[in-house]
T-cell receptor, first 116, second 112 residues
Framework: NAGVTQTPKFRVLKTGQSMTLLCAQD?????MYWYRQDPGMGLRLIHY???????AKGEVPDGYNVSRLKKQNFLLGLESAAPSQTSVYFC???????????????FGPGTRLTVT | DAKTTQPPSMDCAEGRAANLPCNHS???????VYWYRQIHSQGPQYIIH???NNETNEMASLIITEDRKSSTLILPHATLRDTAVYYC?????????????FGQGTILTVHP
């Protein structure tokens, strides 16, 4: 049981390039999330998904797109990278026992992205 | 979701209890208190959560005041490996779909 994995671990992009970050979970979780963390800051939610085929915007969605074609995978895309997107990206998943309750989230190890 | 206030940093001696406070004076009746920690650039790790009653698990204890306006996370016997940023988060779950809003957290340093 690998939990939540993220690919790649590190990446350097030039301004204007595109890339996709992959998040995979093997816990059969319904909900998945993408966060970014800038130096000295807490995590901020980019996008999230409450099930296969569904996505929704979080706090800082601009410049990012996501897709959840399979339940176990959640992809984060940067169409035209900018230096302001230099950050550490974390993926998380959770399993809703009840819609009325918050659920603990399980986080991946992060992807460190630098845009020059 | 209610806003939380935590001290920016705290120190603790190894082997002693670490008591991390959190104020959430605007918490509403259906909101839970969650604690996560982040050890040096790793992904955050869930610790514990509660609604009204005190909770305990293998990692920590959570004490919530009767009026629910504040809580304390207790690490009973802190070790050097507990040095981390600790986040107190209040969330309703429900229509928020478990989304978490992270603040700055408390940097806990456990020293020998």
């Amino acid at each position: 049981n690998a939990g939540v994995t993220q690919t790649p671990k590190f990446r350097v992009l030039k301004t204007g390039q595109s890339m996709t970050l992959l998040c995979a979970q093997d816990m059969n979780h319904e909900y998945m999330y993408w966060y970014r963390q800038d130096p000295g800051m807490g995590l901020r939610l980019i996008h999230y998904s409450v099930g296969e085929g569904t996505t929704a915007k979080g706090e800082v969605p601009d410049g990012y797109n996501v897709s959840r074609l399979k339940k176990q995978n959640f992809l984060l895309g940067l169409e035209s990278a900018a230096p302001s997107q230099t950050s550490v990206y974390f993926c998380a998943s959770s399993y809703p026992r009840s819609r009325d309750l918050g659920r603990e989230q399980y986080f991946g190890p992060g992807t460190r992205l630098t845009v020059t | 979701d209610a806003k939380t206030t935590q001290p920016p940093s705290m120190d603790c001696a190894e082997g002693r209890a670490a008591n991390l406070p959190c104020n959430h004076s605007t918490i509403s009746g259906n909101e839970y208190v969650y604690w996560y920690r982040q050890i040096h650039s790793q992904g955050p790790q869930y610790i514990i959560h509660g609604l009204k009653n005190n909770e305990t698990n293998e990692m920590a204890s959570l004490i919530i005041t009767e009026d629910r306006k504040s809580s304390t996370l207790i690490l009973p016997h802190a070790t050097l490996r507990d040095t981390a940023v600790y986040y107190c988060i209040v969330t309703s779950g429900g229509t928020s779909y478990g989304k978490l809003t992270f603040g700055q957290g408390t940097i806990l340093t456990v020293h020998p």
